[in-house]
């Protein structure tokens, strides 16, 4: 999809290269891309296309070689340090593969720990309800199954309240059951709440529940795809 | 407490051993400097205080003998405070009962119905003296100690034939006799061969053929700035009864010693702390550098968070600054506390009268500061380092770097076909430089801190060992209390079990060279003495020379000649309305001795020099030498005692263990500061090894899912770290005794070398015992990580970057 004026997120010419080690790695190469507000996106692509990258060029956790990454009508690659620490405090939630929940906090504490970074945060309690995770509140990640740690990091990301929520791999740790539930949870914030999410993965059968899905190769947008009847995470298999 | 306040406590709980190694290391370093450092201040005001208690004089004259009215002729010059008349003799003593305790005493008279108003006494057992002609004694302190002598015992004087009994009525310190020798030439006090007393003058005088005359005057001022003037006024006013020079209050003998004492407890105070806190404070940085890196991907998320770059600096710095605060607070109370203990040994081996014991405030602010300040360095640096990170590089799984093993397989071909036990420890050594270099500067650091200062007490055994065993010879020697003639030597050698005996001259003098000048022990020597080896510096044999004086290295450094100069030789107790009488003599060499400031000549050379000035006879020695088969030695000492003149025998096995004695507080020093240096050694140790096992946790947890057996795994981590380890140890062994030498250079300052001069020796056994040590405790070290990593969810533990 080419630039747009009227999208909440927009990629233009975004380039991205980095040194790994001993290699130069070009994970994106002048990718364009537009996302409406209230959409749910799809990344897919193999090992190294580029997906991570561009969410953490959208999560204000990394910046491009070259290209604008604009969000809300601001160029936020032209943030300051500052700027972008409100940035991702007041506007990213962000949902990691490794869940990177912290070991020494309960569930309830890493939750809260991201609430005490914004003025109205949504009630932690309600929060980890609404992942189904009420009950276990209180213990430690390492007394938590790896699809509960997810739900903690997704309570964590949404206890905050943003407006954008910026998955990687949210499912690829888990199994399908989980995965699934997770991906209801993911769903029902997207349609639920009208937030915007962008959602990472290599798994293509999760597609069909968004409104857009990018195909990526070799840090290129292979293809674009509208989708204009999502399907209910709840039905999906693979 | 806000959630990353708590995460803190819990991420410090979690980790708590290896932060309370990182504690323990911080406090180790506070706390030496505060012991020492609190030591030095608390001896210092020791000093001063009792000086003010006893007011000890500010200066002194000797003379002849005087009526005792000029002492208030003195006393009415403008800004002397007090003065006090003392008749003061050296006479030759016994111990009733002990017949070999025959000795020098120095009887000092002291008033009997007041106590004195300079140098007061401060008894320590019994009491004053009780009437004016009492025949009572009070005796010095450690003179009483060393004899067991007490309140009641009886002791003889003998004076021109004549014997006098005289009951002990108490024991003493004295501000002017706190370090006990007879002369500023005497470095050492010899209990055995010297003693002090007090005694009325009423009972003095008579008893010496001096009624009514005294022969020393000390005075107090109340104006420092006017003192100089006092002193020569009142050397003037006693001119007439052949007054030496004044001696002020910092060239009093036991005074000077006590000060020079001071100064190397200064240095050693304040090198120890300053080399043990660098190494603290380099492994400290290093650990809580690797620590912060561990957080990397927490940090990453934290910001990805929304968590700002300070608030995260400021976490991680929190973590460094309560445990640099806790332990620097403990440490300067542990410093505090220890101080108390290094004051009171200290103080009484000096007989110290008072005790001062004060918190220094400003030493333990300063042990917090550094302490923290240490911490708060290493913690900022990687704090910041991982906070400048992008969030995004930060949640990165870091890339191990390929180059170097290309490197290390091409410079041993043969790795490929190794082992795998053995080729990934010896990859890993090079591929996780920062772990290696760590942990060799760890292993390298604990080596060294083990080694300066078992080598410091090595080179002072050396020292002695060298100047007991290759210097001195003899076994017992006697020392005559007026000249005797060198056929007195042929006696000696016809007494049974004697080897060998030889005669020696001791004259006290002093050197000038320009306007530098020292007092030294003028010693003249047989040309071919068997009992006493003079050496120099580099080993080699040197014998008395007719060339002229062979130094020893302080008269060399304190003089500043060199060999062919010329330097003034005079008798200190030169009359001042005479011309100094002194002669000028050729340096012809340096010799090293590590105790006492002397300068050699021959026998006979030594005679002519003083023979127009001193009553001496042709042949006259003041002492003779033996080397005696040791069965016979109590019945050897017997005779010597029976000698015409005889004033002290001295057994070497005595002298050897005075020597111990008076480098106790030295090696005392040396002592504590390496069990400190092997604390500290260890808890570095622990601390390198213990990371580097949790490091690799994850690695550890993929190995062990593949199916390879845990005592395979500790085996490789044990070879890796042995490898490490083994460098280090390379590295350290020489460091170690490269900083052995600095110690020694920088602690021989001129005062220190007076006491005793050493030279870097590090025995064999030393190396082998650190590192032997050292790899010890890596391997032990092992033990508490293994357990945990051990102990990880392998499913986890391979999956999560973040445990």
Known sequence: MPPNDQALIRLERVSKTYRMGEVEVHALREVSLSVRQGALVVILGPSGSGKTTILNLVGGIDVPTSGRVVVDGVDIVRYGDAELTAYRRERIGFVFQFFNLIPTLTARENVELAAELVRSPRPTDEVLDAVGLGERAAHFPGELSGGEQQRVAIARALVKNPPLLLCDEPTGELDHETGRRILQVIGEINRGEGRTVLLVTHNSAIAPMADLVVRLRSGTVDSLEENPAPADPAGLRW | ?803
């Open chain 2, 1 to 803: 407490m806000s959630l990353l306040a708590l995460k803190l406590v819990r991420d410090l709980w979690q980790s708590r051993w290896q932060y309370l190694a990182v504690g323990f290391t911080v406090m180790l370093g506070v706390t030496l400097y505060g012991a020492t450092y609190m030591s030095y201040g608390n001896l210092d005001a020791s000093f001063r205080h009792s000086y003010d208690r006893l007011r000890f004089e500010d200066f002194g004259v000797s003379f002849h003998a005087a009526p005792e009215r000029v002492a208030e002729r003195v006393r009415r010059i403008p800004g002397v405070r007090a003065v006090e008349g003392r008749l003061i003799e050296d006479v030759v003593i016994e111990i009733p009962g002990r017949s070999t305790k025959k000795l020098i005493g120095r009887l000092i008279s002291i008033p009997s119905d007041r106590r004195p108003s300079v140098n007061d006494l401060l008894i320590t057992r019994g009491r004053y003296l009780s009437g004016r002609t009492a025949r009572e004694v009070i005796l010095e302190n450690s003179f009483a100690r060393h004899h067991k002598l007490r309140p009641g015992d009886a002791i003889e004087v003998e004076r021109a034939g004549a014997r006098a009994r005289f009951r002990i009525a108490g024991m003493a310190m004295s501000p002017e006799y706190l370090y006990v020798i007879r002369s500023k030439q005497d470095l050492m006090p010899f209990p055995d061969s010297f003693g002090v007393m007090f005694v009325s003058g009423d009972v003095l005088g008579p008893l010496v053929g001096k009624p009514g005359l005294i022969s020393s005057i000390v005075a107090t001022t109340s104006d420092p700035g006017r003192r100089p003037a006092i002193m020569q006024e009142a050397k003037r006013l006693l001119d007439a009864y052949g007054a030496e020079e004044p001696v002020a209050r910092e060239d009093q003998p036991s005074h000077q010693f006590l000060e020079q004492d001071l100064t190397s407890f200064r240095a050693y105070s304040v090198l120890f702390p300053f080399f043990f806190l660098s190494v603290a404070g380099l492994t400290v940085y290093t650990l809580l550098m690797r620590m912060v890196r561990l957080q990397r991907p927490v940090i990453g998320m934290l910001m990805a968070t929304g968590f700002s770059r300070r608030s995260v600096v400021v976490h991680y710095l929190s973590a460094s600054l309560l445990v640099g605060g806790l332990a620097s607070v403990l440490g300067s109370a542990a410093g505090f506390w220890l101080s108390g203990l290094v004051t009171r040994f200290y103080a009484s081996f000096l007989s110290v009268p008072y005790i001062m014991l004060v918190p220094r405030w400003g030493a333990i602010l300063v042990g917090v500061m550094i302490g923290t300040g240490v911490c708060l360095a290493a913690g900022i640096l990687p704090a910041r380092a991982a906070a400048r990170t992008s969030p995004a590089e930060a949640l990165r799984a870091e890339v191990p770097s390929s180059g170097r093993v290309v490197l290390l397989d091409r410079v041993m071909p043969g790795l490929g076909k190794m082992a795998l036990a053995w080729r990934i420890p010896l990859r890993n050594v090079f591929r996780h430089p920062r772990r290696t270099i760590s942990t060799v500067f760890g292993v390298a650091a604990a080596i060294s801190l083990i080694m300066v200062s078992q080598g410091l007490l090595d080179s002072s055994e050396a020292a002695m060992d060298s100047f007991i065993h290759d210097t001195l010879h003899d076994d017992v020697r006697v020392e005559f209390a007026t000249y005797q003639d060198r056929g007195v030597v042929n006696g000696v050698r016809g007494i049974p079990g004697v080897i060998w005996a030889e005669g020696a001259l001791e004259i006290p003098v002093e050197f000038r060279k320009g306007d530098r000048t020292y007092s030294a022990l003028l010693v003249g020597l047989e040309g071919s003495s068997r009992l006493h080896r003079l050496q120099s510096e580099g080993g080699e044999r040197m014998r008395p020379t007719e060339a002229g004086l062979l130094l020893g290295q302080v008269l060399r450094a304190k003089l500043g000649v060199e060999q062919g100069d010329t330097v003034l030789v005079s008798l200190p107790r030169t009359r001042s309305e005479q011309e100094p009488v002194q002669r000028t003599a050729r340096v012809a060499g340096f010799v090293w001795e590590s105790i006492g400031t002397v300068a050699y000549l021959p026998l006979d050379r030594a005679r002519q020099l003083f023979r127009a000035d001193l009553p001496l006879p042709p042949g006259a020695i003041t002492g003779v030498r033996v080397k005696a088969d040791l069965r016979y030695l109590p019945e050897i000492r017997e005779r010597l005692l029976g000698l015409p003149g005889a004033g002290a025998v001295n057994v070497l096995a005595d002298f050897r263990r005075m020597l111990d004695d008076m480098l106790a507080v030295m090696r005392n020093v040396f002592a504590i500061m390496l069990l400190f240096g092997m604390a500290l050694a260890f808890s570095i140790v622990f601390n390198m090894i213990t990371i580097n096992v949790l490091e690799r946790s994850s690695e550890v947890a993929t190995m062990r899912t593949l199916g390879i057996g845990r005592w395979k795994i500790l085996g490789m981590i044990t070879l890796e770290n042995a490898l490490t380890a083994a460098i280090g140890v390379c590295l350290g062994l020489p460091a170690g005794r490269f900083l052995v030498s600095a110690f020694i250079e920088a602690i021989s300052t001129e005062e220190q070398m007076e006491l005793f001069a050493f030279k870097t020796v590090v025995y064999p056994r030393t190396y082998v015992i650190a590192a032997v040590a050292i790899v010890i405790v890596v391997l032990l070290s092992q033990i508490p990580a293994v357990t945990q990593v051990n102990r990880l969810n392998l499913a986890r533990a391979t999956k999560e970057r973040v445990t």
